[in-house]
């Protein structure tokens, strides 16, 4: 079913700033960027291995303002050609997601602008509206949402229309590269680093465990940690088979994440699938999930999979068209659910 969207003109400003981007965009009709600005702390971060929340927020407080600065310079717009701010409200660090709610709250009163506050996972789900193949997009669909803090399946029937099928139970995905990235002493993120390493690896020289439960569609990677940290510990410090263990790791999580989102999609008849995320940019996610299904597989250019806030103003845009304006008073919720 292609549905009709109310056509309504939009240009909207987005703020992103739940974890570790600062982030900014103009957007227009939910699908041509005009600007996408994005400050990375990974390099603030690395030092850490992981998000140091205060670190996080601070380092929002400090760029926050230049970035927004720079969307609209680069959209060569004012505050006033914007009819929209849009924030991500949650999930995410509650710091962080403060910077970037004040800042929106600030602009959308300092200029009588509609605000609007956005869940995070919905806008890693219009992410593929930002691209060349959103005029295929028909629903119903199937998204699997694989990033440092999301493993979830969502059967989506419509604009704002979501039925959570499953998420993981333990840790998330992208969570679990970054540890057994940190594990084998790559550098952090650990995802790019273990999809780069298991290029030149043996998939199969260890087979670790597929913790693929019979019944729905939940995910669980806390066994697979462990059972590459007990794999560590046969080898001297310094003489682990990085990229085998590497490409063994990868294969276990691809092969769960793949053979979850089949089974879903024939479960529920959708007409494609499509990868959000993080970790939707793993190239052998992206290679065995084409292989596995007979539907198209869609997944957003790799700028577009990891944080950044032209999916903001994206799924904003039907928001907006529909008529949704928030009070001033919407608070962070730093555990938001898609429902
Ligand atoms: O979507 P994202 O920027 O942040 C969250 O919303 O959580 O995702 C970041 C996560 C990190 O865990 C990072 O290691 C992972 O995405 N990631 C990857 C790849 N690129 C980024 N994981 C596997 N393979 C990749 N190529
Ligand atoms: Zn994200």
């Given at each position: 079913?292609?549905?009709?969207?109310?056509?309504?003109?939009?240009?909207?400003?987005?703020?992103?700033?739940?974890?570790?981007?600062?982030?900014?965009?103009?957007?227009?009709?939910?699908?041509?960027?005009?600007?996408?600005?994005?400050?990375?702390?990974?390099?603030?971060?690395?030092?850490?291995?992981?998000?140091?929340?205060?670190?996080?927020?601070?380092?929002?407080?400090?760029?926050?303002?230049?970035?927004?600065?720079?969307?609209?310079?680069?959209?060569?717009?004012?505050?006033?050609?914007?009819?929209?701010?849009?924030?991500?409200?949650?999930?995410?660090?509650?710091?962080?997601?403060?910077?970037?709610?004040?800042?929106?709250?600030?602009?959308?009163?300092?200029?009588?602008?509609?605000?609007?506050?956005?869940?995070?996972?919905?806008?890693?789900?219009?992410?593929?509206?930002?691209?060349?193949?959103?005029?295929?997009?028909?629903?119903?669909?199937?998204?699997?949402?694989?990033?440092?803090?999301?493993?979830?399946?969502?059967?989506?029937?419509?604009?704002?229309?979501?039925?959570?099928?499953?998420?993981?139970?333990?840790?998330?995905?992208?969570?679990?590269?970054?540890?057994i990235g940190?594990?084998l002493?790559l550098?952090?993120?650990?995802?790019?680093a273990i999809d780069e390493a298991a290029k030149t690896g043996n998939p199969q020289a260890f087979?670790f465990?597929?913790?693929?439960?019979?019944?729905?569609?939940?995910?669980?990677?806390?066994?697979?940690?462990?059972?590459v940290?007990?794999q560590?510990?046969?080898?001297?410090?310094?003489?682990l088979p990085v990229n085998d263990l590497a490409a063994s790791f990868q294969a276990a999580?691809v092969?769960?994440?793949?053979?979850?989102?089949?089974?879903?999609?024939?479960?529920?008849?959708?007409?494609?699938?499509?990868?959000?995320?993080?970790?939707?940019?793993?190239s052998a996610?992206?290679?065995?999930?084409?292989?596995?299904?007979?539907?198209?597989?869609?997944?957003?250019?790799?700028?577009?999979?990891?944080?950044?806030?032209?999916?903001?103003?994206?799924?904003?845009?039907?928001?907006?068209?529909?008529?949704?304006?928030?009070?001033?008073?919407?608070?962070?919720?730093?555990?938001?659910?898609?429902?």
């Open positions: 079913m292609r549905e009709t969207m109310n056509t309504a003109y939009s240009r909207i400003l987005a703020i992103e700033s739940s974890c570790d981007e600062t982030a900014a965009a103009v957007i227009e009709n939910g699908a041509t960027i005009l600007s996408n600005v994005i400050a990375s702390q990974i390099d603030l971060h690395a030092q850490f291995g992981g998000v140091f929340p205060e670190v996080a927020s601070r380092q929002h407080v400090e760029v926050i303002y230049p970035v927004v600065a720079q969307a609209l310079e680069e959209a060569h717009m004012g505050l006033d050609d914007v009819d929209c701010i849009a924030v991500t409200k949650g999930p995410g660090l509650v710091g962080s997601l403060l910077v970037g709610m004040n800042m929106a709250k600030g602009l959308a009163l300092g200029r009588n602008k509609p605000l609007l506050g956005i869940n995070h996972i919905e806008g890693h789900i219009y992410s593929l509206w930002l691209t060349e193949d959103a005029p295929n997009i028909e629903f119903p669909f199937l998204t699997l949402v694989v990033s440092g803090g999301h493993t979830e399946l969502y059967l989506v029937t419509g604009h704002g229309r979501y039925q959570h099928l499953g998420g993981t139970l333990d840790d998330a995905a992208g969570e679990a590269f970054d540890k940190r594990l002493g550098p952090y993120p650990g995802g790019p087979k465990p597929r913790a693929v439960m019979e019944d729905g569609f939940n995910f669980s990677f806390s066994g697979l940690k462990t059972a940290l007990r560590t510990k046969h080898f001297d410090p310094g003489r999580v092969e769960v994440l793949v053979t979850k989102t089949e089974r879903a999609a024939a479960a529920y008849g959708v007409t494609a699938v499509h990868l959000v995320g993080g970790v939707s940019s793993n996610l992206r290679q065995q999930m084409q292989a596995a299904l007979k539907i198209p597989v869609r997944y957003p250019p790799s700028i577009l999979c990891t944080d950044n806030a032209a999916m903001i103003g994206a799924a904003a845009h039907w928001h907006f068209v529909n008529g949704r304006q928030d009070s001033l008073n919407i608070d962070v919720i730093p555990s938001l659910e898609l429902t």
